[in-house]
């Protein structure tokens, strides 16, 4: 059984107010919100928390009052994404081979690091190619090695370090004992035949080009190494927290302004209501001040309601795009809830030297809800425990949890077997098929 959509949840994007925002306040969550806040000595006036009952009437503690998001921000880059791109757009990096000169005309693809160009690079062997006199490239070929790991810095990206990156990659012989090993990982990983345990490539010259060399041109041969579905890409930046991949998935989408101007015309929101500097959710410096992403617990309710709706329009779940707490690992590894809640809700943390966020949506006995805490203290350990017990007194309050079916389904085409070597194993994969 997937998520319940029986509620008849109050949203009123139609005009600037959004209707369904006056709280009525329960006295049993509000009481637990109180206890809670004091027992970890966080001052009350600065945190927020809220949710929607059965009815889908607002109910919690300070809906109007301006948090930072911190990471729970990528709920939204998912959403923008989904809306302008589609659940399942992929991303095609096109390879124009000629003679011994390839151009490869990029996509934005976030996730073109070790393991795609590693696979990138056995394919070519495998297809004969292992020496190229000139690689060109465009302005959409964006390479970032360690793209499956944290990065709290946006990386330089522009020709110079691109040709830099493309060039390493296509000298093997050069290659550091750390790229050697990192290829080794992959290949023990793979199923078999998916990797040649030995590669060898060389190339000369590496360069930017403004435009395709070979456009137009019948002699050329053209292949083809498409991504997974965009959502599948969303899913795995939402369970890790991945900054990297929602940075540049928020670039390519448009940026901050064009960021603005949606939630504008899409649901007649203010900069007053919510306000993004950055996909990640990453504190932002403009003119020496620090920028934070901002909105209301109100305004999250009625977007990550969006975020459900619009996935769902297109066949998917939010679940699909979300982490499932007690399933799914990445930053709820060591969160710990009721068994029984396990697969009967999703969430999205965030975490800042002084934030810590939890939002996302509970399927419960009384019907759907979704839900936001956000605790602006210092004290990230105590905010936890704090957004640990609403969890509970939400789910308890709306009835108890109720289950939905959901299995950890990733898209590695490898063999599960083979990742026994791993000590974090994950069926994620940014290569879904063979180079074509």
Same mark, same amino acid.
């Given at each position: 059984?997937?998520?319940?959509?029986?509620?008849?949840?109050?949203?009123?994007?139609?005009?600037?107010?959004?209707?369904?925002?006056?709280?009525?306040?329960?006295?049993? @969550?509000?009481?637990?919100?109180?206890?809670?806040?004091?027992?970890?000595?966080?001052?009350?006036?600065?945190?927020?928390?809220?949710?929607?009952?059965?009815?889908?009437?607002?109910?919690?503690?300070?809906?109007?009052?301006?948090?930072?998001?911190?990471?729970?921000?990528?709920?939204? @880059?998912?959403?923008?994404?989904?809306?302008?791109?589609?659940?399942?757009?992929?991303? %095609?990096?096109?390879?124009?081979?000629?003679? $011994?000169?390839?151009?490869?005309?990029?996509?934005?693809?976030?996730?073109?690091?070790?393991?795609?160009?590693?696979?990138?690079?056995?394919?070519?062997?495998?297809?004969?190619?292992?020496?190229?006199? @000139?690689?060109?490239?465009?302005?959409?070929?964006?390479?970032?090695?360690?793209?499956?790991?944290?990065?709290?810095?946006?990386?330089?990206?522009?020709?110079?370090?691109?040709?830099?990156?493309?060039?390493?990659?296509?000298?093997?012989?050069?290659?550091?004992?750390?790229?050697?090993?990192?290829?080794?990982?992959?290949? $023990?990983?793979?199923?078999?035949?998916?990797?040649?345990? %030995?590669?060898?490539?060389?190339?000369?010259?590496?360069?930017? +080009?403004?435009? $395709?060399?070979?456009?137009?041109?019948?002699? #050329? *041969?053209?292949?083809?190494?498409?991504?997974?579905?965009?959502?599948?890409?969303?899913?795995?930046?939402?369970?890790?927290?991945?900054?990297?991949?929602?940075?540049?998935?928020?670039?390519? #989408?448009?940026?901050?302004?064009?960021?603005?101007?949606?939630?504008?015309?899409?649901?007649?929101?203010?900069?007053?209501?919510?306000?993004?500097?950055?996909?990640?959710?990453?504190?932002?410096?403009?003119?020496?001040?620090?920028?934070?992403?901002?909105?209301?617990?109100?305004?999250?309710?009625?977007?990550?309601?969006?975020? *459900?709706?619009?996935?769902?329009?297109?066949? *998917?779940?939010?679940?699909? +795009?979300?982490?499932?707490?007690?399933? %799914?690992?990445? @930053?709820?590894?060591?969160?710990?809830?009721?068994?029984?809640?396990?697969?009967?809700?999703?969430?999205?943390?965030?975490?800042?030297?002084?934030?810590?966020?939890?939002?996302?949506?509970?399927?419960?006995?009384?019907?759907?809800?979704?839900?936001?805490?956000?605790?602006?203290?210092?004290?990230?350990?105590?905010?936890?425990?704090?957004?640990?017990?609403?969890?509970?007194?939400?789910?308890?309050?709306?009835?108890?949890?109720?289950?939905?079916?959901?299995?950890?389904?990733?898209?590695?085409?490898?063999?599960?077997?083979?990742?026994?070597?791993?000590?974090?194993?994950? %069926?994620?994969?940014?290569?879904?098929?063979?180079?074509?």
């Amino acid at each position: 059984m997937k998520f319940s959509n029986t509620l008849n949840i109050c949203l009123a994007f139609s005009i600037p107010t959004l209707m369904c925002m006056q709280a009525i306040a329960n006295d049993q @969550t509000d009481k637990v919100w109180s206890q809670q806040l004091r027992a970890q000595a966080i001052t009350a006036k600065d945190q927020s928390y809220c949710y929607t009952d059965e009815q889908g009437v607002a109910q919690g503690s300070n809906l109007d009052m301006k948090i930072r998001l911190a990471s729970v921000s990528k709920l939204l @880059t998912s959403l923008w994404s989904i809306d302008k791109l589609g659940a399942d757009y992929k991303y %095609d990096t096109k390879l124009f081979i000629k003679g $011994n000169n390839l151009h490869i005309q990029g996509s934005y693809d976030p996730y073109l690091g070790d393991e795609k160009m590693f696979f990138l690079i056995s394919q070519l062997n495998e297809l004969g190619y292992n020496k190229f006199d @000139t690689i060109t490239f465009d302005k959409n070929v964006i390479v970032y090695p360690d793209v499956a790991y944290e990065t709290d810095v946006y990386p330089t990206i522009n020709a110079v370090t691109m040709g830099r990156v493309l060039k390493n990659y296509f000298n093997t012989s050069s290659w550091s004992t750390n790229s050697k090993d990192e290829y080794a990982n992959f290949y $023990n990983m793979a199923k078999t035949g998916k990797f040649r345990k %030995d590669v060898s490539f060389e190339v000369e010259s590496v360069n930017m +080009v403004d435009s $395709n060399p070979f456009a137009g041109d019948d002699k #050329v *041969k053209v292949l083809t190494l498409s991504s997974p579905g965009l959502y599948k890409y969303l899913k795995q930046m939402n369970i890790k927290s991945n900054n990297y991949i929602a940075e540049t998935v928020f670039r390519q #989408v448009g940026g901050t302004s064009n960021f603005s101007q949606y939630i504008s015309d899409r649901f007649k929101l203010t900069s007053d209501q919510i306000r993004f500097y950055s996909g990640s959710g990453l504190p932002t410096i403009i003119d020496g001040v620090r920028k934070d992403n901002y909105a209301t617990c109100g305004v999250m309710l009625n977007l990550i309601s969006e975020l *459900k709706k619009s996935i769902e329009k297109q066949g *998917k779940t939010i679940e699909d +795009v979300v982490a499932v707490p007690g399933s %799914d690992g990445g @930053t709820f590894r060591n969160r710990v809830f009721p068994s029984d809640f396990k697969n009967s809700f999703v969430a999205k943390t965030g975490t800042l030297m002084h934030t810590s966020t939890l939002a996302g949506a509970m399927n419960t006995q009384n019907g759907f809800s979704f839900f936001g805490i956000f605790n602006q203290s210092t004290d990230i350990t105590g905010s936890k425990v704090v957004q640990n017990a609403m969890v509970k007194s939400i789910m308890t309050e709306m009835g108890g949890p109720k289950v939905f079916e959901y299995e950890v389904e990733g898209f590695h085409p490898y063999d599960g077997d083979s990742l026994k070597n791993f000590e974090d194993v994950s %069926d994620f994969s940014s290569v879904e098929e063979n180079l074509f």
